[in-house]
């Protein structure tokens, strides 16, 4: 059905204006204008003719199967002709027209009501509240905007309508061809991920690139994102804090919208964009190169500062330059005087002309252990700048154009013109080194997606699910949404998660007996319904090392805690293993309005909640995005080898990640859990979780 919608063989304009300069006219002239092939329909009960076409007074007065019927007509009006469209039998509605959800409830009800008359008829809604469609393959021009853009293979599907029309002219500067551009408006029936299945069978789009303000249903849209069979780059707009959920969990607190999106789309093999510039960048590389077969990246200059300048980049990029080997030290080095460098970044000194950048580009590029190729140039009195740019440009067509290059120019007036011819000829160009190589940190990226391929998650087969529910249904026949910490652990447990061992005594007799059973020295907790936090009610001893001592401890906390909440009932009092010291760190999970459950990870103590270093993933998370998501925050390093100390045991820390993944996607009624702290000890030694909460929904 998107077919008739995106590749229309006939299109009516309802609502289509005599009177230039309203939105209905325009649609009408843009269409004619930029040339679309098939058949054009102009609908108003007024009759008569706009621009040379016959006026249809109704939908159903058109003599011909109508694919499209693009819709301009005031918001009241719509439901009367979506009625007509169905009758009529069109496949797709675009509709232009604002004033539906997007302005409060009465606007949704409208929407509401118009997407169930467009499902009765089997027809599919493209917005409201859009520009409309432009095809530069297909010679569509469906909005009101003459702003057609610069032509070519990526497809940009936009949540904002003005956006899209700037975009379209900035295409022009940039050189980012573009085959169709979308406006999804509202995406009252037709969403992201219809448009994204769409595209992939579609061969004139070679990018996908989506600019987002919310998604409507986040897991079906990494559900369709992640089987991608081209790049997909996404800037996500809107990445305030709102969709956090409740400050209640210490990792619940930090559940930030835009870090949650940003994990999710990392799971998703989606290209993040930070910015607008950013986005630009990423969709030119991706629809002009292929990715790279090799990590090897040669950068080549006439100048050391900004080879300093790229390298310093390179490293924040991930990107890690090594030299090259020696036979192609050999070759660079007939193209540069004794003070050159052959090093990584090669410089040819401000003396290189365009021979010079000729022959060090070819030999470049056709060395196998170039994976990708940087090619800088600072302007200097010596040479002309339309030289060096020719020259890089016949070199590039001469090597058969395989392997991935980017280019940046620093200079004047003359410089950026050369530039300029350099961008024409589908070279990505950039003003400044650092965004040359973050272009290419792009590229790279995708390179890195592609590798990964399509990872399913297997789940755990050792996990006790009966388990886990009779402690959740016992809790719930108490009333209570959450879980006592020996009960929390329980549940951790049932799936597998290594946790300290924690029993509960209600005797100092029985505290004693485990405490044997466990080995002191050990740690004891009160367990009551009614005391949240256990250490201000004097209700936590770390470290109890006798049994005389056991005893004791037993009814101090019982007295403890009688004093600070006379009413509070008591458990008992939960006599734990005594964990060694480890690395600090924290798994807990929470559930997003877009995504649903999530999974956190974070360094334990107060720096995580400083530095807001916790990265996020979409449950089930597989071990794979597990050890990417473990990686992924600042504070890596301290995973090791570090001090002297040996590296920690991720591998058992990416399988806990997944394992309370899979506890979360298992049993929805989980709303928030923590794991804080876990000790994570050195590699192959594991880790156990130290204190855990879980909170029912
Ligand atoms: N079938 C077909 N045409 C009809 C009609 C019907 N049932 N009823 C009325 N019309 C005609 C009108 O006669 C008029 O044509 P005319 O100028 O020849 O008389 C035409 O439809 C438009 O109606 P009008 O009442 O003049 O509305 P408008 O042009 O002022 O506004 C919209 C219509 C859709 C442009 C406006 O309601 C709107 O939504 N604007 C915002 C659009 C926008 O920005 N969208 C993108 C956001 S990113």
Redesign the pocket.
């Known amino acids: 059905m998107l077919e008739r919608l995106l590749n229309p063989r006939t299109i009516a304009v309802?609502?289509a204006?005599?009177?230039p300069g309203?939105?209905?006219h325009e649609v009408l002239r843009n269409l004619i204008n930029y040339g679309f092939p098939g058949k054009i329909y102009p609908?108003?009960?007024?009759g008569g003719e706009i621009l040379g076409l016959r006026v249809y007074r109704s939908l159903l007065e058109v003599p011909d199967e109508v694919d499209l019927a693009v819709i301009?007509?005031?918001?009241r009006?719509v439901p009367?002709?979506v009625e007509d469209a169905g009758r009529k039998g069109v496949k797709a509605l675009a509709i232009?027209?604002?004033?539906f959800s997007e302005t409060g409830p009465e606007g949704a009800e409208l929407e509401r009501r118009i997407v169930e008359t467009a499902r009765r008829y089997g027809m599919r809604i493209l917005g409201p509240?859009?520009?409309g469609i432009m095809s530069t393959s297909k010679r569509i021009n469906a909005t009101f905007s003459g702003l057609t853009p610069y032509p070519g293979s990526v497809t940009i599907i936009s949540q904002s309508?003005?956006l899209l029309i700037a975009m379209a002219g900035r295409t022009w500067i940039e050189k980012v061809g573009i085959n169709d551009m979308i406006?999804i408006?509202n995406m009252s029936d037709i969403t992201f991920p219809d448009l994204l299945q769409y595209y992939y069978g579609d061969e004139s789009t070679k990018v996908i690139g989506l600019y987002i303000e919310g998604l409507k249903k986040g897991r079906e849209f990494i559900e369709v994102a992640r089987r991608a069979n081209k790049p997909i780059v996404a800037l996500k707009a809107g990445v305030s804090r709102r969709g956090a959920l409740a400050a209640a969990s210490h990792t619940g607190s930090l559940a930030g919208s835009a870090a949650v999106y940003r994990g999710a789309f990392r799971q998703a093999r989606v290209v993040w964009a930070n910015d607008l510039d950013d986005f630009f960048d990423k969709m030119l590389v991706l629809s002009l190169l292929r990715p790279p077969e090799n990590g090897h990246v040669l950068i080549i200059t006439n100048g050391g500062g900004v080879g300093v300048l790229s390298t310093d980049e390179a490293e924040r990029q991930g990107i890690e330059l090594e030299d090259p080997p020696k036979d192609l030290k050999e070759e660079l080095r007939k193209y540069m005087p004794e003070f050159g460098s052959d090093k990584n970044p090669v410089d040819l000194t401000g003396m290189a002309t365009d021979k010079e950048y000729y022959g060090t580009v070819s030999a470049a590029l056709s060395h196998p252990w170039v994976g990708a190729l940087v090619v800088l140039f600072c302007e200097t009195a010596l040479t002309s700048p339309q030289k060096v740019a020719d020259a890089i440009v016949r070199a590039y067509d001469d090597s058969g154009r395989t392997k991935p290059i980017v280019v940046s120019f620093v200079g004047g007036p003359e410089t950026m013109k050369a530039a300029d011819t350099v961008k024409e000829r589908g070279i990505p160009i950039y003003k400044s080194p650092e965004l040359a190589l973050r272009a290419l940190a792009g590229l790279m990226e995708y390179a890195r997606i592609l590798k990964k391929g399509e990872p399913e998650f297997r789940p755990f087969g050792d996990v006790d699910r009966e388990r886990v529910r009779r402690v959740l249904d016992a809790a719930r026949a108490e009333g209570r949404s959450f879980l006592l910490e020996h009960e929390a652990k329980e549940v951790l447990e049932a799936y597998g998660v290594p946790v300290a061992r924690t029993r509960v005594a209600s005797s100092p007799e029985e505290a004693v007996a485990l405490a044997r059973e466990t080995g002191l020295p050990v740690v004891m907790k009160i367990v009551s319904p009614d005391i949240v936090h256990k250490s201000d009610a004097g209700g936590v001893f770390v470290g109890v090392r006798t049994e005389e001592e056991v005893r004791e401890t037993f009814n101090k906390i019982v007295e403890n805690a009688k004093k600070y909440k006379p009413d509070a009932r008591i458990v008992g009092v939960t006599v734990q293993e005594l964990a060694p010291q480890g690395l600090e760190v924290i798994v807990g999970a929470t559930r997003d309005p877009q995504f649903g459950p999530v999974v956190a990870f974070g360094l334990g103590g107060v720096m995580v909640e400083a530095l807001k270093d916790v990265s996020f993933r979409v449950a089930p998370v597989t071990p794979e995005d597990a050890e990417e998501m473990v990686r992924e925050i600042k504070a890596r390093d301290l995973l090791g080898p570090f001090r002297g100390q040996k590296p920690r045991d991720v591998g058992a820390l990416k399988e806990v990640i997944s394992r309370i993944s899979q506890l979360v996607t298992d049993f929805p009624e989980i709303s928030e859990l923590d794991a804080n702290p876990v000790m994570l000890y050195g590699e192959g030694e594991g880790l156990k979780v130290v204190d855990a909460r879980i909170i029912l929904a």
């Open positions: 309802v609502g204006s005599h009177k309203k939105v209905g609908v108003n009960p007024k301009v007509v005031p918001a009006i009367s002709v232009i027209t604002s004033g509240n859009i520009v309508g003005a406006s408006g």
